[in-house]
């Protein structure tokens, strides 16, 4: 997938003031790269620049390359907020792509061959797409576009786990989302003109209950994923 490319400033000033200024008075965006050894990196983009590309589908789980002071910075993005009640953009958090390092993104779980599937052609059930997103851990010349699921041959009352899927050299799962091992996608029975979901309420109660034994490891694991957690982002 192409790079996506973005210019930006360095961003003298911090906090509150004058992130409001920048937003509402210069028309620009406050945002942090952090991650890597070096220090975090405050910045400004133009709302202008981050319209160019906010809309792409993959914005999320692609390299972009930010254009900042004749110099390049490798980035993913990792959050972008918004105003509650207005539709302006408030701050970006970009983490640095460092050579050699996993990178920790979000991608999109895509269904195939919905129409050719056993349960719902055959059965009469009906696709249930819990896990619409999905993290991946992956070296950044190897980020997946989407992790896809193959519904072909799945039956009713069938759940097709992360564990499920076919391993990939390319790139992981973080281990806290292994442990958990999440249902991505179900076909239920029909019943009377209405959905079985009896089998999913069970299902849901147990994964609950280990998600919460797994929840120490859920921190450690985003240790992974360079320094997602090991570097304090500055506003």
Known sequence: MENLKLKAEKREKVGGLSSKTAVYKENKIPGIIYGGKDEPLPILVNNNELLKIINNEGLFNTVVEVELDKKTENVVFKEVQKHPSKNIFTHIDLQRVVKGTKVSVVVPVLLKNQD???????????????????????????????????????????????????????????????????????????????????????????????????????????????SDNSEEKSE
């Open 116 to 226: 050719k599937c056993f349960g719902v052609k055959i059965e009469g059930g009906v696709i249930n797409h819990v896990l619409k997103e999905i993290s991946v851990l992956a070296s950044p010349e190897a980020i997946p576009e989407s992790i896809e699921v193959d519904m072909e041959e799945i039956k009713t009352k069938e759940k097709v786990r992360l564990s499920s899927l076919t391993a990939n050299s390319e790139y992981d799962f973080p281990s806290s989302l292994k442990n958990q091992d999440p249902v991505l996608v179900s076909v239920l029975t029909a019943r009377g003109g209405g959905l079985d979901f009896e089998d999913e309420e069970v299902d849901d109660v147990e994964e609950g209950a280990e998600a919460e034994s797994t929840e120490a490891s859920d921190e450690k694991s985003s240790e992974e994923n360079s």
